[in-house]
């Protein structure tokens, strides 16, 4: 039988590469639709409305977004081209805020543009190369997830309990995930852990997306509510917190979904350690600190009446939705990525793996 995670795929190109197809993640866990998506619009709209989220999907979707708007721009020329890409990736970039990795494959698009301009002004071929740069985004992600999970993997034991918050599964990424992967890289190998998914208000990813596809894939997870971890710690039942990320800043501060900090200053009190999975794709030296990244606000509905049918709030009740927070890099054992495993302090150790990365554009 094939594992669930050579099934689910949340976002491809369609065979024609007229489309992406996502799989709607606002519908899940109760029914699996796919959506196609035929224009740069239907791109922001299922990014902002999270059908499409994780902070590698968001990019990958983004890229194939700015493709297609390339492709639908009518231009007869490469000046055209190249105007019209502008435009189609300043309007995708703006569809959310937090995640780097959205604004990492814009630019990642608009550099091979420049580069293939240099050598043609064919329309059609700077088009095609725009798809094969959005192509390779997905492949590499695959595998930059894998090698992620194989490095958490080494750091963990068998049938040790794992906590993690929000989503940083398969379905957030090309395949694997990235707090997840070595967990199903664990799996294959007879490691038997015990996951414990904090459900993540508000949205749920935890509850909605981490216990479904753990489940689905046949591993060991239990639910719980984000105001359960610490209890859930103090029992012993973790050895290890792991989660993904947003948006990494020089200094090794993370953003990640709202919630995370708290789970990190527990897992300090609790002497546990606390890892973030990162790939290169969501550094963003030009951050200095935790400080300087933004931080998405979304409606207040989310908070007052979206999951249940009588409203969940006093009506007209002022409200704060940050859909992040940052971890202060002091509560990170270690920060994981497809170059590595970095420790304390991790400015340097940042620096190099982005070094290597910039070196193999
Ligand atoms: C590998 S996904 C890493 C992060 O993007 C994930 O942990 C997260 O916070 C997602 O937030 P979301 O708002 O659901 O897109």
């Given at each position: 039988?094939?594992?669930?995670?050579?099934?689910?795929?949340?976002?491809?190109?369609?065979?024609?590469?007229?489309?992406?197809?996502?799989?709607?993640?606002?519908?899940?866990?109760?029914?699996?639709?796919?959506?196609?998506?035929?224009?740069?619009?239907?791109?922001?709209?299922?990014?902002?409305?999270?059908?499409?989220?994780?902070a590698p999907?968001?990019g990958?979707?983004?890229?194939?977004?700015?493709?297609?708007?390339?492709?639908?721009?009518?231009?007869?020329?490469?000046?055209?081209?190249?105007?019209?890409?502008?435009?189609?990736?300043?309007?995708?970039g703006?569809?959310?805020p937090t995640a780097v990795n959205l604004f990492w494959a814009l630019e990642r698009?608009?550099?091979?543009?420049?580069?293939?301009?240099?050598?043609?002004?064919?329309?059609?071929?700077?088009?095609?190369?725009?798809?094969?740069?959005?192509?390779?985004?997905?492949?590499?992600?695959?595998?930059?997830?894998?090698?992620?999970?194989?490095?958490?993997?080494?750091?963990?034991?068998?049938?040790?309990?794992?906590?993690?918050?929000?989503?940083?599964?398969?379905?957030?990424?090309?395949?694997?995930?990235?707090?997840?992967?070595?967990?199903?890289?664990?799996?294959?190998?007879?490691?038997?852990?015990?996951?414990?998914?904090?459900?993540?208000?508000?949205?749920?990813?935890?509850?909605?997306?981490?216990?479904?596809?753990?489940?689905?894939?046949?591993?060991?997870?239990?639910?719980?509510?984000?105001?359960?971890?610490?209890?859930?710690?103090?029992?012993?039942?973790?050895?290890?917190?792991?989660?993904?990320c947003d948006r990494v800043a020089a200094n090794g501060d993370t953003a990640n979904?709202?919630?995370?900090?708290?789970?990190?200053?527990?897992?300090?009190?609790?002497?546990?350690?606390?890892?973030v999975?990162a790939p290169t794709s969501t550094i963003d030296l030009s951050c200095q600190t935790g400080k300087d990244i933004v931080i998405?606000?979304?409606?207040?509905?989310?908070?007052?009446?979206?999951?249940?049918?009588?409203?969940?709030?006093?009506?007209?009740?002022?409200?704060?939705?940050?859909?992040f927070?940052v971890?202060?890099h002091?509560?990170?054992?270690?920060i994981?990525t497809?170059?590595?495993?970095?420790?304390?302090?991790f400015a340097?150790?940042l620096q190099?793996v982005m070094?290597?990365s910039e070196?193999?554009?």
């Amino acid at each position: 039988m094939k594992n669930m995670i050579d099934i689910v795929q949340s976002v491809i190109l369609n065979e024609t590469g007229e489309a992406v197809v996502i799989l709607d993640q606002t519908l899940l866990p109760t029914q699996k639709v796919y959506q196609t998506l035929k224009t740069p619009e239907d791109v922001w709209e299922a990014i902002y409305h999270l059908k499409v989220r994780g902070a590698p999907a968001i990019g990958i979707a983004a890229a194939y977004g700015a493709y297609l708007g390339a492709k639908q721009s009518g231009a007869s020329t490469s000046a055209e081209l190249y105007a019209a890409f502008g435009r189609v990736k300043d309007y995708l970039g703006s569809s959310r805020p937090t995640a780097v990795n959205l604004f990492w494959a814009l630019e990642r698009l608009e550099k091979r543009l420049v580069t293939e301009m240099k050598a043609t002004a064919d329309v059609g071929q700077l088009v095609a190369a725009l798809k094969e740069e959005a192509e390779a985004i997905r492949l590499e992600d695959e595998q930059v997830c894998e090698t992620i999970g194989t490095y958490a993997l080494s750091l963990l034991k068998p049938g040790d309990g794992i906590l993690t918050h929000c989503n940083a599964g398969t379905i957030a990424t090309a395949k694997y995930g990235t707090a997840l992967a070595p967990i199903y890289l664990g799996q294959q190998q007879g490691y038997q852990f015990k996951v414990y998914a904090d459900e993540t208000r508000p949205l749920l990813q935890g509850a909605r997306l981490t216990a479904w596809e753990l489940s689905e894939a046949g591993i060991d997870v239990t639910l719980i509510c984000d105001n359960m971890a610490s209890i859930v710690m103090s029992e012993g039942k973790v050895q290890a917190v792991l989660v993904g990320c947003d948006r990494v800043a020089a200094n090794g501060d993370t953003a990640n979904k709202i919630g995370t900090s708290g789970v990190a200053i527990l897992a300090q009190h609790y002497g546990i350690p606390f890892y973030v999975c990162a790939p290169t794709s969501t550094i963003d030296l030009s951050c200095q600190t935790g400080k300087d990244i933004v931080i998405e606000e979304r409606d207040a509905t989310e908070i007052t009446t979206k999951w249940y049918e009588e409203p969940m709030a006093p009506a007209n009740v002022k409200t704060y939705n940050p859909a992040f927070d940052v971890t202060d890099h002091r509560l990170i054992t270690a920060i994981i990525t497809e170059k590595g495993i970095l420790r304390p302090d991790f400015a340097e150790g940042l620096q190099s793996v982005m070094n290597q990365s910039e070196a193999k554009l």
